[in-house]
């Protein structure tokens, strides 16, 4: 057994995890990540497209914005469309200049690789049996690597292994509660060299399900559709999926829609999910590993990423100013946010999807509240500020060690 130690162990290294490892890196903090799946694997892997200005201050914070920088395209409105109408919901106007950046998760995750690699950082990829000890006194991880056993000695463990990780299944159950709500619908998504449909994305609310047109650049589309939980991806050939997307766009969208092979096809599941508290002893979770957002609000990554802005403040201001204050008021921070964000895409789902148990009344409804919504300004306000993210504080540390 080869027997390591470091400051910080995080396990997971999607964007809560890597992202944590830049921040501390800044700090010069000592990390390592440890993460059961390939590099290749990680870097492959396709999810959210949207960015809160927030979540960009901060990847510009952690000195990964260049790319970004490049070709990461600033929207200033969305578009929903109900009753075969579209209405224009002005993002920006509404939120005095606020904005939000499409710029896939999947490019996030490859500059923090990158800037990873280049300050030659230590990551363990394919790591097997991950397992996290006495998180409440000397916290220690164990795994296997290439038949090598290691364990890693640290002050703290970085849950950021998602919503199937080991971490938050490690808690003992009577020091956590859940909170749960599972939809009976998926989205079946597809990733398409193709132009997008139209310069802003599309939420559409119709009699045939959900359905949104969105984008990773302009010449890359990506497209969802609400689906029955039963629905096997192998169902949805291209042209079955063009075909009821276009049945559930309006004239205009329709005529526009260029289609073309898929490269890459897969249905999601809808999920709410919370966990209380959010640290346990010297242990945090963070990102997905503590909570799920349904994505119709565009939040998952944007939660992940403020999680990471506190957890990166506590740990700074504990090993640089020596002040325990971050790390006691991180679960009750995190959740503030966190359960704003489930409230609203909660209502967003609830307000854009089809649910095969609502009455004629219930439907009537939330027709009436979407068309209130569309038709004051105060409720696009709520809309739109939620939609390009509620502020928080990014902490700027002066005079921090050099990252060593
Ligand atoms: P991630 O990205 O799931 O990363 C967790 C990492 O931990 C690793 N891991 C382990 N490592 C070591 N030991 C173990 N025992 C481990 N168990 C797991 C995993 O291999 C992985 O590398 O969580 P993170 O970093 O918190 O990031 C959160 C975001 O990824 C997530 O919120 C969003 O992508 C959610 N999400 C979407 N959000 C949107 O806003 N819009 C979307 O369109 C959207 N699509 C999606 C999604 C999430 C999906 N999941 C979770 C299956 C589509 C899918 C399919
Ligand atoms: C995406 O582009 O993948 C995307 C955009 C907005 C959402 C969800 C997903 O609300």
Redesign the pocket.
């Known amino acids: 057994m080869e027997i390591l130690k470091t400051k910080v162990a995080i ?7 890597l992202l944590l490892g830049q921040l501390l890196y800044k700090a010069g903090i000592e990390h390592i990540i ?4 390939s590099a290749d694997y ?1 870097a492959a ?1 396709i ?4 960015l809160e200005q927030v979540s960009v201050d901060l990847l510009k914070e952690a000195g990964v914005d260049q790319h970004l920088n490049e070709f990461g395209l600033p929207h200033h409105g969305i578009e929903i469309l109900t009753g075969g109408e579209k209405h224009r919901i002005d993002l920006s106007a509404l939120t005095q200049g606020k904005q939000v950046t499409v710029y896939g ?1 999947t490019e996030v995750t490859k500059d923090l690789m990158q800037a990873r690699r280049e300050a030659d950082l230590t990551t363990f990829y394919e ?1 097997q049996n ?1 397992k996290i000890h006495d998180f409440y006194a000397q916290p220690y991880v164990t795994f296997t690597q290439n038949d090598q056993q290691y364990q890693i000695r640290c002050d703290f463990i970085a849950g ?7 971490c938050r299944a490690s808690v003992p159950q009577d020091k956590i509660k859940t909170f749960e709500k599972v939809y009976p619908f998926g989205w079946l ?1 597809i990733l398409a060299d193709v132009p997008p449909v139209s310069d802003e994305l599309i939420y559409v609310q119709s009699e045939r399900g959900f359905a949104l047109c969105s984008m990773r650049s302009n010449t890359r589309s990506r497209y969802y559709l609400q689906v029955p939980l039963t629905d096997r991806v192998e169902e949805w050939s291209d042209e079955r999926f063009w075909e009821e997307l276009k049945n559930r766009l309006d004239a205009e969208s329709r005529e526009n829609l260029v289609t073309g092979p898929s490269i890459e096809k ?1 249905i ?1 599941p809808l999920r709410s999910f919370v966990t209380e508290p959010m640290r346990f002893g010297h242990l945090f979770l ?4 503590a909570h ?1 957002v349904p ?1 119709t609000g ?7 990423a403020s999680d990471i802005a506190y957890l990166s403040s506590a740990l700074i201001e504990y090993y640089i100013n020596n002040s325990e204050q971050g790390i006691i008021e991180y679960s009750e921070k995190c959740l503030k946010r966190v359960w704003k964000a489930e409230r609203f895409s909660w209502w967003m789902t609830h307000l854009l999807h089809r649910f095969e148990t609502e009455s004629d009344f219930d439907l009537k409804i939330k027709q009436a509240e979407l068309a209130y919504i569309l038709g004051s300004e105060a409720g696009q306000t709520t809309l739109a500020e939620n939609y390009v993210g509620l502020p928080y504080e990014i902490k700027k540390f002066e005079n921090l060690p050099k990252a060593s």
């Open positions: 396990i997971g290294s999607g964007p809560a995890g440890i993460e059961q799946k990680v892997r999810r959210a497209g949207i998760q790591a991950v950021c292994d998602g919503y199937h990780g080991v998504g897969s999601a963070a990102g997905d590993a799920i994505p565009a939040k998952g990554l944007n939660l992940a």
